[in-house]
């Protein structure tokens, strides 16, 4: 069964950056697509940004457009989550799911995926 594993949270001033990397064991990362996803206190898990298995489509909530970017090293079997200007709204739990089912493409909704990391929690604050 795969296996997730997120690292690379942290505390971080507003305005400053940080990359999340979500690794996969027991199985090759290659054949699903993987989502990120946050889930802040008191508010419902929401889809930030998603990458197709080869990497080649992407996809970003309007909330992080333009200031995350998603990647992929499927040799390296690990997706990366690169974060800029970051805001005290981005403070959340992280979490990084892999979707074994994808024809094509990928799409930010979490009924889709199949297995979940443990998160990883991001603060943004002075």
């Known amino acids: 069964q795969l296996q997730l594993v997120e690292s690379g949270g942290g505390l971080v001033q507003p305005g400053g950056s940080l990359t999340l990397s979500c690794e996969a064991s027991?199985?090759?990362?290659?054949?699903?697509?993987i989502g990120w996803f946050r889930q802040a206190p008191g508010k419902e898990r929401e889809g930030v940004s998603c990458?197709?298995?080869?990497?080649?489509?992407?996809r970003y909530a309007d909330s992080v457009k333009g200031r995350f970017t998603i990647s992929r090293d499927n040799a390296k079997n690990t997706v990366y989550l690169q974060m800029d200007s970051l805001q005290p709204d981005d403070t959340a739990v992280y979490y990084c799911?892999?979707?074994?089912?994808?024809?094509?493409?990928?799409?930010?909704?979490?009924?889709?995926?199949?297995?979940w990391g443990q998160g990883t929690q991001v603060t943004v604050s002075y």
């Open positions: 799911a892999a979707d074994a089912m994808v024809v094509a493409g990928c799409i930010i909704q979490e009924f889709e995926y199949d297995y």
């Open positions: 027991e199985l090759p990362l290659e054949h699903y697509a």
């Open positions: 990458i197709s298995t080869n990497g080649g489509s992407t």
